[in-house]
């Protein structure tokens, strides 16, 4: 039987169409399986990274947004400042220390809500949420700690310095220049499990002195179980990236409460009206 060279030469075109063929899927099998496996490494590290960021943003350390000028010139508005939150915990808050605290009732005056629309408000409160943006929720306050449980606090000396436990302090390390100790006397022992707590701007801090009417500490000094950490480092901007200190020198004299130093000299009696 003759063998016809168009047919043959049809069918090794035909074979050669079908070994591309087969080439090109098999190309695009492969490219398809390496770009799932790619993307799947990918959402496999973002969700590891974001598992991360919330463990320590909820046992280690968490961003907070500085809305006020109630701690100037220690930290200015704008800052972002990191806090450590083994302290309350494996570390004991110290006189100094600054700490984020959560209100305890009323401190804060309503804020208007700013909505950026709900897709980047909701974008944004899960930033938050995991840790990845500073908080500014407009429900936590930092200030510095003056007054640690059992502690007798006062103002003011005739110096003007405050008085705790009996020794009075020189604040000038961290106060903002040419601001006084108080201009509002008071005459406290802080309550058990409590911390009496003042910003560094204290002609601008609505702080410890104005929520405790009755002027004896109990409504103005704050639950530690409200504190949510000790602020250690401002992470901006930049140009003020710097470790917060405790200034442990200003209190390197003070008696613990309940000393027999803790009565102290007697400070100026605070005013009545």
């Known amino acids: 039987?003759?063998?016809?060279?168009?047919?043959?030469?049809?069918?090794?075109?035909?074979?050669?169409?079908?070994?591309?063929?087969?080439?090109?899927?098999?190309?695009?099998?492969?490219?398809g399986a390496r770009l799932g496996a790619v993307v799947k490494e990918i959402v496999v590290v973002l969700a590891m990274a974001l598992t991360l960021s919330f463990i320590?943003?909820?046992?280690?350390?968490?961003?907070?947004f500085i809305p006020s000028e109630s701690m100037q010139d220690t930290l200015l508005v704008g800052d972002r400042v990191v806090v450590s939150k083994?302290?309350?915990?494996?570390?004991?808050?110290?006189?100094?220390?600054i700490v984020v605290f959560e209100d305890p009732g009323d401190?804060?005056?309503?804020?208007?809500?700013?909505?950026?629309?709900?897709?980047?408000?909701?974008?944004?409160?899960?930033?938050?949420?995991?840790?990845?943006?500073?908080?500014?929720?407009?429900?936590?306050?930092?200030?510095?700690?003056?007054?640690?449980?059992?502690?007798?606090?006062?103002?003011?000396?005739?110096?003007?310095?405050?008085?705790?436990?009996g020794e009075p302090?020189?604040?000038?390390?961290?106060?903002?220049?040419?601001?006084?100790?108080?201009?509002?006397?008071f005459n406290i022992t802080v309550p058990s499990g409590s911390l009496w707590v003042m910003g560094d701007n204290r002609s601008d801090s609505s702080d410890?002195?104005?929520?405790?009417p009755g002027g004896t500490g109990d409504k103005g000094s704050v639950p530690i179980d409200l504190v949510v950490g000790r602020a250690v480092v401002t992470v901006w901007p930049f140009d003020r990236?710097?470790?917060?200190?405790?200034?442990?020198?200003?209190?390197?004299?003070?008696p613990d409460a309940g000393s027999n130093r803790s009565l102290g000299p007697p400070a100026r009696e605070p005013h009545t009206s």
């Open 1 to 31: 039987m003759a063998h016809d060279p168009d047919s043959a030469h049809a069918e090794a075109e035909d074979a050669e169409r079908e070994r591309a063929r087969d080439e090109r899927t098999t190309n695009e099998r492969g490219f």
């Open 56 to 64: 320590v943003k909820t046992f280690l350390v968490q961003a907070f």
């Open 86 to 97: 083994l302290t309350p915990g494996p570390f004991d808050i110290k006189r100094g220390d």
């Open 107 to 165: 401190w804060l005056s309503p804020t208007p809500e700013t909505s950026r629309g709900p897709v980047l408000d909701g974008v944004r409160d899960a930033l938050m949420f995991v840790g990845l943006l500073p908080d500014t929720s407009e429900g936590h306050l930092i200030k510095r700690v003056i007054g640690l449980p059992g502690d007798h606090v006062q103002c003011c000396d005739a110096e003007g310095r405050l008085l705790i436990n």
């Open 169 to 185: 302090v020189d604040e000038s390390p961290y106060l903002k220049p040419g601001v006084e100790a108080s201009e509002q006397e």
């Open 208 to 212: 410890s002195r104005f929520h405790d």
């Open 241 to 254: 990236m710097t470790t917060l200190s405790d200034h442990s020198e200003v209190f390197s004299e003070v």
